[in-house]
T-cell receptor, first 117, second 114 residues
Framework: DAGVIQSPRHEVTEMGQEVTLRCKPISGHNSLFWYRQTMMRGLELLIY????????DSGMPEDRFSAKMPNASFSTLKIQPSEPRDSAVYFC???????????????FGEGSRLTVL | GQQVMQIPQYQHVQEGEDFTTYCNSS?????IQWYKQRPGGHPVFLIQLVKSGEVKKQKRLTFQFGEAKKNSSLHITATQTTDVGTYFCAAYHPTVYNFNKFYFGSGTKLNVKP
């Protein structure tokens, strides 16, 4: 398996522009997570999906952020409009939760490094 | 939300020295996971601890879960330059949905001098 695939790996954009980050989870995984990593705040959970359904988006900073998972093999995280403080590395991770359990190993993608000027 | 404190923030050691990082919670944890992130890389799963007092070993790495399930530690014996990176604990916080929601500690950045 190719692992979790994220694109783009790097994005430089100007304040006010729309940014879309993409993620392809590992085939067969039923949970998907979006994390943001900065020096100041470390790894923050933004949102996670189970079976394509958003379970908890309480970590999403504000209305400028939105995430979708239209099917089991694709998710997007959108920032509109972007601001300099959104600059960070955004990680997507997927996991397989066996029926009857509630924890599993997280497999992270290589991340999308976003710079908003 | 679940607060997981991790110490120290940084650790610089000479190659061959031991290293320990600690993860503490004010509340009882269901389980805990440990991840390693190399510089410029992404977090990679190391291990999960579930049982009170559990001790697991992976070669030079020893993981412990406290008896009260409120703390955990990762100990590396005789560090090597390949151990360089940031080590994170991630604590599972049960939610009403009972899904796999983890809060990551702030991480301990390990630097190993050859």
């Amino acid at each position: 398996d190719a692992g979790v695939i994220q694109s783009p790996r790097h994005e430089v954009t100007e304040m006010g522009q729309e940014v879309t980050l993409r993620c392809k989870p590992i085939s067969g995984h039923n949970s998907l997570f979006w994390y943001r990593q900065t020096m100041m705040r470390g790894l923050e959970l933004l949102i996670y999906f189970n079976n394509n359904v958003p379970i908890d988006d309480s970590g999403m900073p504000e209305d400028r952020f939105s995430a979708k998972m239209p099917n089991a093999s694709f998710s997007t995280l959108k920032i509109q409009p972007s601001e300099p403080r959104d600059s960070a590395v955004y990680f997507c991770a997927s996991s397989f939760l066996e029926p009857g359990t509630n924890t599993g190993e997280l497999f992270f993608g290589e991340g999308s490094r976003l710079t908003v000027l | 939300g679940q607060q997981v404190m991790q110490i120290p923030q940084y650790q610089h050691v000479q190659e061959g020295e031991d290293f320990t990082t600690y993860c503490n919670s004010s509340t009882t944890l269901s389980n805990i996971q440990w991840y390693k992130q190399r510089p410029g890389g992404h977090p990679v799963f190391l291990i999960q601890l579930v049982k009170s007092g559990e001790v697991k070993k992976q070669k030079r790495l020893t993981f412990q879960f406290g008896e009260a399930k409120k703390n955990s530690s990762l100990h590396i014996t005789a560090t090597q330059t390949t151990d360089v990176g940031t080590y994170f604990c991630a604590a599972y916080h049960p939610t009403v949905y009972n899904f796999n929601k983890f809060y990551f500690g702030s991480g301990t950045k390990l630097n190993v001098k050859p």
